[in-house]
């Protein structure tokens, strides 16, 4: 089971962390990554924002988020978050988390706004 939360409505240039709790599954071991779900778009046409590895070295990034976007973990509380800085009104959207196959949370939605 996947429990995103912390999304929110922001201005531009706003910040938000997303945090996503895991249970049922060996959390230390599994490739977390975050998705951005457009508004209007079918889950299946969601983006990957971010991913990190069960260690957490060499994260990934998509080029549109990549130095205002953090991916981190906390395995010994089965938690990965999402810092989002310097948001833009493209972030806006329903950020889920995966961890491989059809595991996904609820999701959180993220509105950037002026």
């Known amino acids: 089971r996947l429990v995103e939360a912390g999304g929110g409505y922001v201005q531009p240039g706003g910040s938000l962390r997303l945090s996503c709790v895991g249970s049922?599954?060996?959390?230390?071991?599994?490739?977390m990554k975050w998705f951005r779900q457009p508004p209007g778009a079918d889950r299946e046409d969601s983006e990957l924002v971010a991913a990190i590895s069960g260690t957490g070295e060499n994260p990934f990034y998509d080029y549109s988020v990549k130095g205002r976007f953090t991916i981190s973990r906390d395995n010994a509380k089965s938690t990965v978050y999402l810092q989002m800085n310097n948001l833009k009104l493209e972030d806006t959207g329903k950020y889920l988390c995966n961890f491989g196959g059809d595991n996904w949370g609820q999701g959180t939605q993220v509105t950037v706004s002026s």
């Open positions: 049922g599954f060996t959390f230390r071991d599994a490739c």
